[in-house]
């Protein structure tokens, strides 16, 4: 049995005849990781394409995936070079935390979006698609596991963070005790941790980088859009796997944000632990109960110290 006609045109199109019917395809020139979608599964693919996209305007290589080709169609199609696992040693992590810092940059200039369907998308449409405005947020909606991110274009940073990333899981989510929470978090700690100088400049964001999406020093499964850098490590916190080696060397590149940038770092977290509630319920909204709750209790401290 061969790959899915889609996929077998995109490898085609490249001159590669592949072996086996997927999802990995062995060729002479290497592998390659395909993958068909329908419905809301498109939708979620047509994201990840441009994630990648966008991530690949700035990131070394290696780092990030190339896309071998994207259709946007009734059945859309993936195929990108394939992550084999590699080194994940101190070596590995080291590499990784470079290797990250130096994809945490503003991309080249501004570019109008634009939608191309129905055929394979050449580059230049994938840069339209992960087009860069100099705002927060991302030109099509991206998914970050079962769940639809709002990535309206924003100018203010504690804005989008609060309001289109937190606030909008706390509100999807519909649990008075999440909405209590919430409440003293935004009014106390919020407003202390995503309003600092420099403010951030909007850079390529994985978005969901666990280690599940991590092998070797290639990431891979985005969620992406363009955000603060340092959103990227709230979610490498979350299950752990990180190791010093790769922190330190994503801050020789990128200091640490001041003040209070443990904190900061644990309300990037608590993005997670919220989506996670939302898909999962259970014990993730005792997680996220237990991040705002910290965070809100921090920050009474920090304004009593001022006062």
């Known amino acids: 049995m061969g790959p899915h006609p889609t996929l077998a045109s995109i490898l085609a199109a490249h001159g590669l005849e592949p072996s086996g019917s997927g999802p990995v395809f062995r060729t002479a020139s290497g592998e390659y990781y395909g993958k ?4 809301r599964a498109a939708d979620q693919m047509r994201g990840e394409a441009a994630s990648l996209a966008a991530m690949l305007q700035t990131a070394p290589p290696g780092l990030v995936p190339k896309i071998l080709g994207y259709v946007d169609a009734d059945v859309s199609a993936l195929v990108t070079e394939y992550a084999s696992r590699g080194e994940g040693g101190g070596g590995g992590q080291a590499a990784l935390g470079r290797a990250l810092a130096e994809m945490h940059r503003a991309p080249r200039p501004p570019r109008l ?45 504690a804005v989008f963070f609060r309001e289109r990333r937190l606030g909008d899981l706390v509100r999807r989510i519909g649990d008075a005790r999440v909405d209590r929470a919430w409440a003293r978090c935004n009014e106390l700690a919020v407003p202390l941790l995503l309003d600092f100088t420099p403010a951030p400049v909007p850079v390529p964001l994985h978005g969901d980088l666990w280690p599940g999406n991590v092998a070797g020093t290639t990431i891979y499964d985005p969620a992406g859009y363009y955000g603060h850098g340092e959103a990227d490590l709230g979610m490498t916190r979350m299950f752990g796997g990180f190791s010093h080696a ?18 900061r770092i644990r309300l990037y977290e608590l993005y997670h632990h919220l989506n996670h509630a939302l898909m999962f319920g259970g014990g993730y909204t005792g997680g996220a109960l237990r991040i705002m709750d910290e965070l809100s209790d921090w920050a009474e401290g920090v304004t009593a110290a001022q006062t």
Do not use: K, M
């Open 36 to 39: 068909t979608a329908r419905g």
């Open 113 to 157: 979006p634009c939608a191309e369907t129905g055929q394979v998308v050449g580059q230049d449409a994938l840069d339209r698609l992960a087009a860069y405005t100099g705002q927060f947020g991302f030109t099509v909606p991206t998914h970050c596991g079962a769940t639809e991110q709002d990535n309206t274009w924003t100018a203010s940073w």
């Open 246 to 263: 790769f922190y330190d060397a994503y801050h020789a590149i990128h200091p640490r944000s001041q003040p209070h940038y443990d904190q």
